[in-house]
């Protein structure tokens, strides 16, 4: 039995040895966008919201100026980095093809330091992406959505 635990971490630990360390490394700056930008079952969507989002995410020390919060599924927003949900942006972006809930909270305090204020925009926006080995590691803005002429 001794043996057998002995041969088993053994081979965990070659396993965890062969990872290939840009997937590690992709995976953690997934996880930090998802940590700073994910948010999907927001409960209020207000300037209260905002505060306590940014708080818990750790971004007000010092206060960040401005965060977005994606309000989706995840599958939705890494589909953005594929053809299924996203189309080139500009270099090494990708634009999604189709409007994402989102909650944007803006600085309005003229310090950096805590306590921080925020104001809250909710709307439907597309959303543009940095993408590496297709997971999305960096939200670089919303678009309007464009209404069609004579509307």
């Known amino acids: 039995m001794v043996m057998s635990l002995g041969l088993l971490f053994l ?3 070659l396993a965890l040895g062969l990872t ?4 590690t490394q ?3 700056r997934y996880k930090h966008f998802l940590s700073q930008h994910y948010d999907g079952n927001p409960r209020g969507r207000n300037d209260r919201y905002c505060e306590s989002m940014m ?3 750790g971004l007000t020390t010092p206060c960040k100026e401005i ?11 890494k589909a953005i980095c594929g053809t299924k949900n ?10 999604s093809k189709s409007p994402f809930q989102i909650t944007t ?3 309005v305090g003229g310090s950096p330091r805590p306590p921080c204020r925020y104001r809250a925009t909710q709307g439907f926006r597309d959303i543009v992406v940095a993408c590496e080995n297709g997971l999305p590691v960096h939200f670089d803005e919303s678009l309007f959505l464009r209404q069609p002429a004579g509307h």
């Open 86 to 95: 996203g189309i080139p942006h500009g270099e090494n972006l990708r634009r």
């Open 26 to 28: 992709d995976n953690a």
């Open 105 to 107: 909270c803006r600085h």
């Open 67 to 77: 965060n977005t919060f994606i309000h989706y599924k995840k599958g939705s927003i």
């Open 20 to 23: 290939p360390p840009p997937l």
């Open 55 to 57: 708080v818990i995410r």
């Open 11 to 13: 081979v965990f630990m």
